[in-house]
């Protein structure tokens, strides 16, 4: 790729990192309730670990293996990794000075306190001790290093101190080594009885208090924490691997003690100790990051359950059952009717799993078809699973063992599932399977008869609750059978067929992708009516790029709403004057992708599992479908697009360099959040509901939106 080429991409791991930024903006933003902020800074920290066991690791692999090659962005993994590590330590130290000058103190004034234990009573340091001895000591092993005991092989991400001591009959200035690690079955927050408020010390610290006990007869020189992060990635050889379950069983059990990628030590450690930290685990200084801080902030996140002042967190949300759906028995009948789209988590997830239960018990439905991604351990569902198959219904699961990080859950799930009698796969041999789908087929008074439900999310009742996600019922015929000839796909030995109305990766997805981009292209150069919305995580492949490039030159308005990383420069001249592109981060993750095609003012929109990406395309199996129902597609159009793309106080422009600035609103102009929107919608309807029973209306209530923007084909 030429460098003129390249300068229009911005690099991944650096967008990444940009999105990361973002969401410590969310935690210094003092409009954000004090509980919600400290939630974002644990989450900061959560995804930069990830970022570190995959992204990095992966970097350094290619450096070890001295790949020159230049990415889409001209960089080299040298160069990429270099800018990388100075962007971390920028976050990292906002990180950390938002937590001890903004949070911390904020936290001690609304009576959370963080205690030294020069500031506790000799009561309240008597309860130390008792509970050190009571429930910490005979929990810690001391770990010697000498020529006999090498250093230990540390978990990956386990909090560790490390103690120089001189033995009681060792020569003066012979000092020793040892580790001992912070146990992660113990609370890492110890919180003391106190009469007000709440009062803790970190589990570290009691340790530290007494190093003497572990070290009987020594003297303590000096002890500091440190945290190793290792790793991650999966390495299957699914060609050869004789059983899916046991080969991700050992990958992940291995995956404790991958190579060192990561060093973090506390700020006050010595130079002389990292320099033998560095050289225990083969690391170098640029992978050593000093914290001047609680390492692992993550643990602080339990802060934040339980009761608190209302001040102190966002005011609770409980979505409300779609009123369509709210007390149907009968989901078959209603589906017979007309296609339901719900829009999650401003409507219930319990929707889905009602759907589920009801297949279950229905003397009628034949099978049930299901794939799980990250299933979480919602028994609902899995109960549902188990009791359809008691009762002789052909249930089949496909679980994705590979989601990255919820392997062990899904291990646990189709182990739990085989017991139950159902039929558990593990997908197709070089793909994950990322689809979100289920099939219910219904022996109706007519005929057999599909019934689906596809989504932009995973069955999943957590994550359902703070990702914001799209589903779709429907018992269209031609959806009904592309479902059922995919799932064969996934279950037998079957070549695809080409499906009538699902775009299915690696197959067809991007062809059609490219197609509908290149179609506006065309319409604007013809000067017919063009625009492009967009909304997903990541847009990251080249060729959809190098598209939307075309149809900016050509006339195309193009809006997109990319949560994540983002490779597109946006409003370069003479490249991408028509793009636009924000970010919105705010209480709930977005998930949704939503496609948009203006198609001459005959609008398609398309909803599905699948973003921009080169992994989405070509090495999942991802379903995105068309929302072919009028109503519904006006209700994607001006209430999910439109809101989303009116928000002028939780999203963020991209400027053509890469960073991003947050919406202004001009003097006078209303402040809108669209998630905030959402959940006003929500509770409209739920009071409409209440409105319509009382009143004994016989015909639904339309629910208008406040000054709501819409999509209208110019």
């Not at 927050?189 to 006990?213: A, N, Y």
């Not at 990702?467 to 070549?495: H, K, M, P, W």
């Not at 909304?535 to 490039?549: R, T």
């Amino acid at each position: 790729m030429t460098q003129e080429r390249a300068e229009h991409y911005i690099n991944r791991e650096l967008s990444w990192l940009e999105f990361n930024s973002r969401v410590l903006e969310e935690s210094q933003d003092i409009q954000n309730p004090l509980l919600e902020r400290l939630k974002f800074l644990c989450i900061v920290s959560s995804n930069l670990d990830e970022f570190f066991e995959v992204r990095v690791a992966g970097l350094k692999q290619q450096i070890e293996s001295e790949v020159v090659e230049r990415g889409q962005d001209g960089r080299t993994p040298s160069e990429t990794f270099r800018e990388v590590s100075l962007r971390m330590r920028e976050i990292v130290h906002g990180q950390y000075q938002t937590w001890s000058q903004s949070i911390q103190p904020e936290l001690a004034a609304a009576g959370i306190q963080f205690m030294r234990f020069s500031e506790l009573s000799q009561e309240e340091l008597d309860w130390v001790d008792q509970f050190y001895f009571e429930q910490v000591a005979s929990v810690l092993t001391p770990l010697g290093i000498d020529p006999a005991h090498p250093f230990p092989e540390l978990l990956n991400k386990s909090l560790n101190v490390i103690v120089e001591i001189e033995a009681g009959e060792a020569e003066a200035n012979d000092t020793r080594l040892a580790i001992v690690q912070v146990p992660r079955i113990l609370s890492r927050l110890v919180k003391l009885p106190s009469k007000e408020g709440q009062q803790i010390v970190f589990l570290e610290q009691v340790i530290f208090r007494h190093l003497d006990h572990l070290f009987p007869g020594n003297k303590i020189h000096g002890h500091w924490c440190f945290r190793v992060t290792r790793n991650s990635e999966l390495y299957i050889d699914e060609e050869s691997a004789a059983s899916m379950i046991k080969a991700v069983e050992k990958e992940v059990y291995n995956r404790r003690k991958g190579e060192a990628v990561r060093l973090e030590v506390e700020e006050a450690c010595p130079d002389s100790m990292r320099i033998k930290l560095i050289e225990f685990l083969n690391l170098s200084d640029r992978d050593v990051y000093p914290i001047d801080g609680p390492l692992d902030p993550i643990p602080l996140m339990g802060l934040c359950g339980g009761e608190h002042p209302p001040e102190l967190k966002d005011k609770p949300f409980s979505a409300p059952v779609a009123r369509l759906l709210e007390g149907c028995d009968n989901f078959f009948e209603l589906l017979r009717e007309r296609d339901v789209l719900l829009h999650h988590p401003y409507e219930s997830f319990s929707s889905v799993i009602e759907f589920i239960e009801q297949a279950a018990e229905d003397p009628n439905v034949l099978a049930i078809k299901q794939t799980l991604y990250r299933s979480g351990s919602d028994d609902r569902i899995f109960d549902a699973l188990s009791k359809a198959a008691r009762k002789g219904k052909q249930v089949t699961v496909v679980v994705e063992l590979k989601a990255r990080f919820d392997e062990k859950n899904n291990i646990k799930a189709a182990r739990h599932l085989e017991k139950e009698g159902v039929h558990v796969l593990y997908g197709m041999v070089g793909y994950k399977i990322h689809s979100k789908m289920c099939l219910v087929v219904r022996r109706d008074d007519d005929r057999i008869r599909r019934y689906v439900h596809l989504g932009t999310g995973n069955y999943n009742r957590t994550t359902a609750r703070i990702y914001t996600d799209l589903s779709l019922f429907s018992a269209r015929d031609e959806l009904g059978d592309d479902v059922g000839s995919l799932f064969n796909l996934l279950t037998g030995i079957c070549q695809f067929q080409p499906m009538k109305k699902l775009l299915v990766a690696p197959f067809s997805l991007h062809r059609r992708m490219l197609e509908l981009v290149e179609t506006e292209t065309e319409n604007a150069k013809n000067g017919v009516p063009a625009n492009i919305i967009g909304k997903m995580n990541a847009l990251v492949d080249p060729a959809m790029i190098e598209a939307l490039y075309r149809a900016s030159q050509a006339g195309v308005e193009v809006k997109l709403i990319v949560r994540g990383v983002c490779c597109l420069r946006a409003g370069v001249p003479g490249l991408s004057d028509r793009i636009e592109v924000r970010s919105i981060v705010g209480r709930f993750l977005e998930h949704s992708r939503i496609f948009y095609f203006e198609n001459a003012c005959r609008p398609k929109v398309y909803i599905g599992s699948a973003d921009w990406m080169p992994r989405n395309f070509f090495s999942r199996i991802e379903t995105v479908f068309p929302v072919e129902d009028g109503v519904l597609r006006d209700r994607i159009m001006n209430e999910v697009l439109a809101i989303s793309l009116a928000d002028n106080t939780k999203s963020r422009l991209l400027q053509s360099d890469g960073s991003y600035s947050r919406s202004v609103p001009e003097k006078g102009v209303e402040l809108r959040a669209s998630q905030r929107e959402f959940m006003d919608l929500s509770i409209e309807l739920r009071k409409s509901t209440l409105d319509s029973r009382e009143n004994d209306l016989p015909s639904p209530i339309k629910m208008t939106v406040r000054r709501k923007p819409t999509i209208q084909s110019t």
